[in-house]
């Protein structure tokens, strides 16, 4: 008779054994896979992002607070420009880029021009205009310059441009109207030296061995008939030396 020992050996070691063995191996693997427990350092990383992860929360709803503030102080302001008769532009003091961007929004929504001035971003600042006292460019180019708008003096300007504009066009008809006189020493001068330009432009006299023939003796003051009976002439007269060289020469 076998023992209760050798019984449970024989089963160990019989066909079941190697399912147990599977079944531990895929609880160890199970396990494995699974995170293990933080360690003090773990914990203490994770707690602080929870609270950096806060503190951005809270500063990302103090920054909205702060512009919905901004936003609700421009909308009086604003609100108060357009109803006040006596007021055609208005300034504001330097401000940062978000407060303009908001300010230029709730000023777009109320139908209003507004504009921003400064070099640099520290001293930018919005003006208001209503619609019908829009800034002309000369306004806009003198702010831009950092100078204050004076009408009186930008009449002035105007004036002296418009002034200066007539005496130009004035200039220019005056020399169109004039008849240019020809100096082509002057004019030939850069393409064949001044030398050769000088003997170019030399003044032509008329050769005392020909003689000078006025302009009215040239001219052919005959009738037309005056003109045929002496074509004719010349031709009896051809006709006439023809016919006396060919008698000689028989």
Not at 123 to 144: C, G, I, Q, T
Not at 151 to 164: H, S, V
Request: charged share 35%; proline share 4%; net charge positive.
């Amino acid at each position: 008779m076998r023992s209760w020992n050798s019984c449970r050996t024989q089963q160990q070691s019989g066909p079941s054994a190697p399912h147990h063995f599977k079944m531990a191996d895929l609880l160890g693997s199970i396990l494995n896979s699974m995170e293990k427990p933080p360690t003090v350092g773990d914990q203490e990383s994770r707690r602080k992002a929870r609270e950096q992860a806060a503190r951005l929360k809270k500063m990302e709803e103090e920054e909205r607070r702060k512009k919905a503030e901004f936003r609700k102080k421009m909308e009086k302001e604003v609100s108060d420009f357009l109803q006040d008769s006596s007021q055609q532009k208005r300034k504001y003091n330097p401000m940062g880029k978000i407060e303009r961007s908001i300010l230029h929004d709730v000023v777009e929504v109320a139908g209003l021009t507004s504009f921003s001035f400064g070099e640099d971003e520290e001293s930018r600042y919005v003006m208001l205009f209503k619609k019908e006292f829009a800034p002309s460019d000369e306004e806009l180019e003198a702010y831009r310059k950092g100078e204050e708008w004076d009408p009186q003096l930008a009449e002035q300007r105007r004036r002296l441009k418009e002034q200066a504009a007539l005496e130009v066009e004035a200039s220019s008809q005056t020399k169109k109207s004039e008849v240019p006189n020809s100096n082509y020493r002057d004019k030939y001068s850069h393409l064949i030296g001044t030398s050769a330009a000088k003997d170019a432009a030399h003044t032509l006299e008329a050769n005392s061995a020909y003689g000078c023939v006025p302009v009215a003796n040239k001219r052919d003051t005959r009738s037309i008939e005056e003109a045929m009976n002496a074509i004719r002439a010349k031709k009896r007269q051809k006709r006439e030396d023809d016919t006396g060289a060919k008698s000689s020469s028989s």
